[in-house]
């Protein structure tokens, strides 16, 4: 993976970054595998990583894709669309 561009934003408390992930004569990866490569290649929770978009140009073995890592995994929940939530996996919950 190449890192295009990454920022902070101090005011959300979050980190915003743009990565192209190649993945020549396979397909686009799943976002469960690219949370999990991510949050172990940034050493951060996977509760508190959300991958926003993932963009693959037909027939390009390579893909753009935007991902959030909030300092506060709670902030992810305020500033997040549900949809997005959904869609890397939803909410989890620990009872104690």
């Known amino acids: 993976m ?4 990454d920022r902070y934003n101090p005011l959300i408390g979050r980190r915003e970054i ?3 992930a190649g993945h020549p004569l396979k397909s686009t990866p799943s976002r469960k595998d690219l949370r999990a490569r991510l949050a172990k290649v940034y050493g951060v929770d996977a509760s508190r990583l959300y991958v926003r978009s993932i963009f693959t140009r037909y027939g390009s073995g390579e893909s753009r894709v935007k991902v959030h890592i909030y300092d506060v995994a709670e902030r992810a929940l305020a500033f997040e669309p549900d949809y997005v939530i959904e ?4 909410v989890e919950f620990k009872t104690e």
């Open 2 to 5: 190449e890192v295009e561009s």
């Open 18 to 20: 743009v990565l192209k």
């Open 87 to 90: 869609r890397n996996g939803g």
